[in-house]
């Protein structure tokens, strides 16, 4: 049931609805910094903290309903709880009798052969726990092949919270202003880091062919999100010209595809551009909602990591525990479904095109650009090419829309993208379109 809206303020609403998650950050700020153990789960005034979830949908602390568009920033496809991935779990702790083994088991072979069958099929891969360590191997992986220390990297792009994937991920528009320099992204960050990180321009082949060449005798990679922050789309020529530049200096291209990989398309944003990058990074959807990373790629590069070798070290507890493993293996199932995956874009563009109209019919400036099953809303007059594009955008509109949003029953992590999933019903889109209508008619 939607949310009764008195005629004041959404965030007045929002607050007095959310007591109970109010005092729990009061609580949490006593033992956890900013009241969150991630920094990215915290905005203002306090989180909203979840006590229940099931397809679609959220219940809070004070029993608020909501429907769903962060899904744990992209993880569960499915949405919360699907019965699949459940009976997956339960079936995989019943029968190994345990949560982990320490040791090789059958599910690593089996899911780590079902993964190169869609992405790399003469390739090789190994299990993380998530896509930050996904990436943080694949870039050490790349160092040892090419014996260079410096990363090339695309301004605005996230990796996960290592120093160097951190430089020049969000540097704000007076940042931005002094060029394309390597930007510290976290206090802490070592001076060596910025100086053998290169920062690339998304969506610029020239510029970026140029830095590229100037610096091939220094780069062990270059590595990108191809769908820049999920839902800014690479030009048609974009990553093919890289593909070809990278080629020609034997400079192994990452493609991180821990957000893209199956939402984009099934075999990820390499499948939907037809572009093959020497390495890939996995997560997120792979884990089927637990922890679970991967990278795989050419096999003269991926077997650097045999133990028998010894030429370079990867390794984690967790690494390809069985639960994971099931979970993982029972929403590629799902998504393997006859038309699962068309009805799951079918989903958003549905919701996009809502979107679109009311903005419209309000005389909103706003776009909504997305990619596959992905996309975010922006208060500017044209869609963004690059991250520098992004920052045009009127934060204050997003911010006073999310909250409204909130305050109707739609979560959404202020700011960020929305995720669609297979849980998303007509029901669902329904009221969420209602709400985003409501919010940009002002108070009830």
């Given at each position: 049931?939607?949310?009764?809206?008195?005629?004041?303020?959404?965030?007045?609403?929002?607050?007095?609805?959310?007591?109970?998650?109010?005092?729990?950050?009061d609580?949490?700020?006593?033992?956890?910094?900013?009241?969150?153990?991630?920094?990215?789960?915290?905005?203002?005034?306090?989180?909203?903290?979840?006590?229940?979830?099931?397809?679609?949908?959220?219940?809070?602390?004070?029993?608020?309903e909501?429907?769903?568009?962060?899904?744990?920033?992209?993880?569960?496809?499915?949405?919360?709880?699907?019965?699949?991935?459940?009976?997956?779990?339960r079936?995989?702790?019943q029968?190994?009798?345990?949560?982990m083994?320490?040791?090789?088991?059958?599910?690593?072979?089996?899911?780590?052969?079902?993964?190169?069958?869609?992405?790399?099929?003469?390739?090789?891969?190994?299990?993380?726990?998530?896509?930050?360590?996904?990436?943080?191997?694949?870039?050490?992986?790349?160092?040892?092949?090419?014996?260079?220390?410096?990363?090339?990297?695309?301004?605005?792009?996230?990796?996960?919270?290592?120093?160097?994937?951190?430089?020049?991920?969000?540097p704000?528009?007076?940042?931005?202003?002094?060029?394309l320099?390597?930007?510290?992204?976290?206090?802490?960050?070592?001076?060596?880091?910025?100086?053998?990180?290169?920062?690339?321009?998304?969506?610029?082949?020239?510029?970026?062919?140029?830095?590229?060449?100037?610096?091939?005798?220094?780069?062990?990679?270059?590595?990108?999100?191809?769908?820049?922050?999920s839902?800014?789309?690479?030009?048609?020529?974009?990553?093919?010209?890289?593909?070809?530049?990278?080629?020609?200096?034997?400079?192994?291209?990452?493609?991180?595809?821990?957000?893209?990989?199956?939402?984009v398309?099934?075999?990820?944003?390499?499948?939907?551009?037809?572009?093959?990058?020497d390495?890939?990074?996995?997560?997120?959807?792979?884990?089927?909602?637990l922890p679970?990373?991967?990278f795989?790629?050419?096999?003269?590069?991926?077997d650097?990591?045999?133990?028998?070798?010894?030429?370079?070290f990867?390794?984690?507890?967790?690494?390809?525990?069985?639960?994971?493993m099931?979970?993982?293996?029972?929403?590629?199932?799902?998504?393997?479904?006859?038309?699962?995956?068309?009805?799951?874009?079918?989903?958003?563009?549905?919701?996009?095109?809502?979107?679109?109209?009311?903005?419209?019919?309000?005389?909103?400036?706003?776009?909504?650009?997305?990619?596959?099953?992905?996309?975010?809303?922006?208060?500017?007059?044209?869609?963004?090419?690059?991250?520098?594009?992004?920052?045009?955008?009127?934060?204050a509109?997003?911010?006073?829309?999310?909250?409204?949003?909130?305050?109707r029953?739609?979560?959404?992590?202020?700011?960020?993208?929305?995720?669609?999933?297979?849980?998303?019903?007509?029901?669902?889109?329904?009221?969420?379109?209602?709400?985003?209508?409501e919010?940009?008619?002002?108070?009830?």
């Amino acid at each position: 049931m939607r949310p009764h809206m008195s005629k004041g303020p959404p965030r007045a609403d929002l607050e007095a609805r959310t007591k109970a998650s109010r005092a729990y950050a009061d609580r949490a700020r006593r033992s956890l910094p900013g009241g969150v153990t991630a920094g990215v789960k915290y905005f203002d005034p306090y989180p909203i903290a979840m006590k229940k979830a099931k397809g679609c949908r959220l219940w809070d602390l004070d029993g608020n309903e909501y429907i769903d568009y962060c899904l744990s920033f992209g993880p569960l496809v499915l949405g919360h709880g699907h019965p699949r991935v459940m009976k997956a779990i339960r079936d995989s702790l019943q029968s190994a009798g345990t949560t982990m083994f320490g040791t090789p088991h059958e599910l690593e072979a089996t899911y780590a052969e079902r993964l190169l069958r869609i992405f790399r099929p003469d390739g090789r891969m190994r299990f993380t726990m998530s896509g930050t360590e996904a990436t943080l191997h694949a870039v050490r992986i790349a160092r040892a092949y090419r014996k260079r220390p410096m990363i090339a990297k695309f301004e605005g792009h996230f990796h996960g919270g290592v120093d160097e994937f951190l430089v020049s991920h969000t540097p704000s528009r007076d940042e931005t202003r002094k060029g394309l320099v390597p930007i510290s992204g976290s206090r802490g960050t070592p001076e060596h880091v910025l100086k053998n990180t290169l920062v690339l321009p998304f969506n610029d082949l020239d510029e970026t062919a140029a830095r590229i060449r100037s610096h091939a005798d220094r780069l062990a990679c270059v590595i990108l999100e191809p769908i820049e922050r999920s839902y800014i789309a690479p030009d048609p020529e974009f990553l093919k010209g890289l593909r070809e530049i990278t080629a020609d200096h034997d400079i192994p291209l990452i493609f991180d595809e821990v957000m893209s990989g199956f939402r984009v398309a099934f075999g990820g944003a390499q499948h939907a551009y037809r572009v093959t990058p020497d390495l890939t990074c996995l997560g997120k959807i792979i884990g089927g909602g637990l922890p679970c990373g991967a990278f795989l790629g050419r096999p003269d590069i991926l077997d650097l990591a045999d133990p028998v070798r010894g030429d370079f070290f990867q390794s984690s507890t967790f690494a390809g525990y069985p639960i994971a493993m099931a979970a993982g293996m029972a929403t590629l199932d799902e998504l393997e479904k006859p038309g699962a995956f068309d009805g799951l874009l079918e989903t958003t563009r549905t919701l996009t095109s809502g979107f679109e109209r009311h903005l419209k019919e309000h005389g909103v400036p706003a776009v909504v650009p997305g990619v596959g099953s992905v996309f975010s809303i922006l208060f500017m007059n044209h869609a963004p090419r690059n991250y520098r594009d992004s920052l045009e955008a009127d934060e204050a509109k997003r911010s006073v829309l999310d909250t409204s949003l909130l305050a109707r029953g739609i979560f959404v992590k202020p700011g960020k993208p929305f995720y669609v999933s297979a849980a998303h019903d007509n029901i669902a889109i329904r009221e969420t379109l209602d709400a985003f209508e409501e919010s940009l008619s002002g108070p009830a």
